[in-house]
């Protein structure tokens, strides 16, 4: 059977980690065309794995040697290039977060709709085999009804300033992975959120209006509460856990270490860290996205993160950032009525 | 040297375990009388540990041979013993919580400090070698800046409802620990607490006008934000854990096994249960508390577990309650101005 | 039901702490009377528990409040207290080794025969909750058929020089608890010994013509290959384990922490020591000892360790001396034809 | 800097592997050439992974374009192709077992001396960056002197008897790996070896004169212990741990969970399996082959496997092989005086 081929739009760090695991890693999905407004990144990326650079995003998403486009572009520019592959009648996989703007994802979605084109978001997240398998755990019921869920996740070090600019702030760039999560795991959709934050790493993040230490509470549809606690620096490395806990049980995702190896003298025990970069922790969870992505685009199979998927977390976001400015828990309705 | 001779008023469970640890298992310590006002078992604690049996409470606390009181009565009659250990000159044990109404609290308060006898309240978990090496993490510096705490407390199963009614519900009869847990943990006192729960384990509970399944998230006077959740009924065990995260790494306490035992077949790994009992877990801590307690007697120790550490968590509690009620954080100054 | 009165000859170490576990921790034992060669021995254990002091062996094994006789003595006068326990139709618990001298442990087997007493070998790590759980996993079949087994048990350190004078050198005094646990988890008798060992941790345990490491590779009858390592000195605590693998599966005991508390920084994670002394880890098997003690008294329930487990691991021990003496594996049959 | 350009002799299951790594993961080196006696074998990986398909051995070891080969054909060709490797000055990497037969890799030896290329033995194992740790652990002196090693070894299944037909039994086709890992970790050469073993796996096994359980005591020339136990079928996964002991500590690899996510119940907690397939567990190990491979080739790094590490083991197993069919320990220089 024919590879899928595919065209990466923007291969800054993302899209050149998705472009290698297509051509190198991905079975079914092969690299033909990327493009980037940095010339150079285009070139080195075509030439490292072996596809072409592409004139234009339009000439890469309507290339009729282009089956299916992937969007890991700055995130201002996602919206247009859905609506594009979707009039191209591309399947299109999208970096997340979808847009800051719920105006902007509707355009999306709508346009998306009226050709009927297969989107998937990139929420790898959901990829991962421990995390995935505390939602199984939850959704084949092994827990009983989920009552509580808790998601911890915190970077090893801040990004850039620089990055943060334009990111719509840490529940938009960061938490929104959570939001995604709690969604994912309990099956059910966010009512209200109350978020509380701070500054506690470095207050330059506070001066540009960001906060890189927040918990939030959440209040789910099926009754369930969940608990989201974020840093922007944990200083032991890229601590990601989800646990979910239920009428007849409790399901936890926990951090694998660097080693199994594990010494003890007479001070005490002493083992390895956990993972630092997140690539350690999640390349098999990107792969796996691109495995679904070809079920998708060869096999019909239904979208394992869609535009919705992509939508709603934005939603809570907006709703976290109204609670910490409001000092309130608020209704996702009152986002989105 | 002497033992410190103890009379413990209140045999009831909790009762008869003290006063079982302070005549087999605690250095230092021996039962000498014992009160309650169901006169049966006062008689069948003393005669299976060897101690008499005090004709009434004034007796106990008065006679000559008792140098400490244990009071492990019910919560309302707590002050009332306090006051009168306190115009004996007798060093008190009390077991928590210290009171439901603060203004109770702080007229014990001051009896105390008139006479300026000894005083430690039961919060046995500070005594958890486990929990105990959280705290002593942060307090040596070792994870930097504390600034996110996280404590999972949860029970096997709710105790009757008849148990629940004049509890102070669920803030002010569980969760209280964790208050305690978060303010040991920290070194720093709740300036603001927001509250969210619902009844998830038995309607019942609910009609009571309890929950059954709480989450708290707490800011600290040093910025630290701590996240409780309970639950009345977590089918797999007594599930206690302690994690706190600061600048420099993070330190979290676990739940024993009931073994260490694994077994692992094609269908995968297999362990023990936790201690469903909280005696199972706490038993250590509970001994621990006697160790202070005669140091404390003896030789003029300070206090592990102070009035002021009695009474803060009640004024927590009540703001939780009202932050719950309300819908909003509250700060514990509204409280307690 | 009345308690199961006990008197405890030899009161050193691990004689007091049969009595403090029979007078304060086990139910349906109580201690009566306590005799040692040292009488000051005798008086304050006599003291601090509450017994009477014997005049002699015979007197305590005689006596009419005595049920029943724990000998707790050095080992060459285990037999004649086995026999004078018989010749007194009282049920025993003695301490291992039976002893060294295979010939006089069948005088001692011919004599409780012939009067029918209950005996139990104080084995106690058949009685600890996670060796146990391997072998019961073994038992019912959960592994398949038991294929090999590792045991591991290392001291923190060397008993005094003065000790291992008159043990029997490491293999009758210390893995002679692995050859029973052997028999235990695999259900099995041993039919060929290989050991070989050196002195590795105190030269002068050479010079006394003893070893401080060893390791024992056994043949079951039933197939099995059983492989033993020993350490007089392990810095890190007491190291304890027992691994069971199968045709479906393996099952194992590890070590328990002495907490159950992580730290993890950038520099890596690190945990509590396992416990030092032997009583921190097996005071719950000393304790099941007495209970199913008791429920061989009491309610004639079979010895969970007869005379013949005491017997065969004496075998195995003189076995294994000869095979590292003449460097080759030895039948067990050669020992005891 | 350039490619170090590789010809891959022989693409069977482990030839394709090293293939696919080093044409795709490895760093510094790429595929250009294969050969195999399967010429579809060799056309279809040469397609895939888009390297030529060579005309014979020799046209590939002395293509100049090939700076050097990896040897992945039948252990009993391995010999002759290191000698043309050698003769024509290629540095060399070759697949255990380097032989089976002494004196053939005592003329390979000779040959790589006369004209002094670098040559790498397949030994993956001790890149697993687990085992690497325990290794390093014990080379910096962080567990003292090294006095006891345990290696457990085990194979989910067992491969085709047609395999283990020509592999030299058990000792030399599984064990030798184990018998490497002894001599990495302890970083001293074995002097003594006892084996025992039995077929319990499948009797096809025995009849093929061979077995599949086997138990390993060696002495190494520092006096360590080191016991090995081999199994070919563990149902719950490749099990694969190694443990040193010394006189200031112990360190230990474990194996890896499929997944980090556990599960509670009131039946007990439940975890995923261990990898089933050794590709899941040590595909990281044959990565970082290849690194120090480059390093080896490009800037004359000394060998991290060299042929005296290939050939010490085929003595130990060789001694392996007498000492089970003579049941008593056999000196290594009994093999090679």
Chains 1, 2, 3, 4 share one sequence.
Not at 21 to 39: E, K, N, T
Not at 254 to 276: E, Q, W
């Amino acid at each position: 059977m024919n590879d899928v081929r595919v065209g990466v739009l923007g291969v800054g760090r993302i899209g050149r980690m998705h472009a290698e695991l297509i051509q190198r890693r991905a079975d079914g999905a092969s690299l033909v065309a990327v493009y980037d407004v940095f010339s150079e990144s285009a070139q080195s990326v075509a030439a490292e794995f072996g596809a072409r650079v592409a004139a234009s995003p339009d000439e890469l998403i309507n290339a009729t040697d282009v089956d299916a486009v992937a969007v890991c572009t700055p995130t201002d520019t996602h919206i247009d290039f859905l609506v594009a592959a979707a009039q191209a009648g591309k399947p299109a996989f999208i970096e997340k977060p979808l847009s800051l703007d719920l105006s902007e994802v509707d355009r999306g979605i709508a346009a998306a709709e009226a050709t009927g084109i297969a989107v998937q978001i990139g929420f790898n997240r959901r990829f991962d085999p421990s995390h995935k398998s505390v939602r199984d755990t939850v959704a084949n019921g092994e827990i009983g009804d989920v009552q509580m869920v808790r998601i911890t996740s915190r970077d090893p070090a801040p990004p850039p300033l620089s990055y943060l600019d334009g990111s719509g702030g840490i529940f938009l760039d960061m938490t929104i992975h959570d939001f995604d999560m709690a969604r994912y795991v309990t099956g059910s959709e966010v009512v209200e959120v109350y978020a509380t934050g701070a500054v506690m790493v470095d207050p330059a993040i506070g001066e540009a209006g960001d906060l890189d230490t927040v918990v939030v509470v959440m209040t789910h549809e099926n009754g369930a509460i969940t608990t989201i606690d974020n840093s922007r620096q944990a200083v032991y490395g890229y601590d990601q856990r989800v646990e979910a806990f239920g009428s007849a049980g409790i399901v936890a995702s926990d951090n694998p270490g660097v080693t199994t190896t594990t010494r003890r003298t007479a001070a005490g025990s002493a083992g390895s860290t956990i993972p630092y970069f997140f690539l350690d922790r999640y390349i098999p969870s990107y792969l796996a996205e691109w495995t679904d992505f070809v079920a998708m685009v060869r096999n019909g199979a239904p979208s394992p993160v869609t535009l919705h998927d992509g939508r709603a977390p934005l939603v809570i976001g907006l709703a976290a950032w109204r609670s910490f400015h409001e000092g309130r828990p608020v209704k996702t309705k009152e986002i989105t009525p």
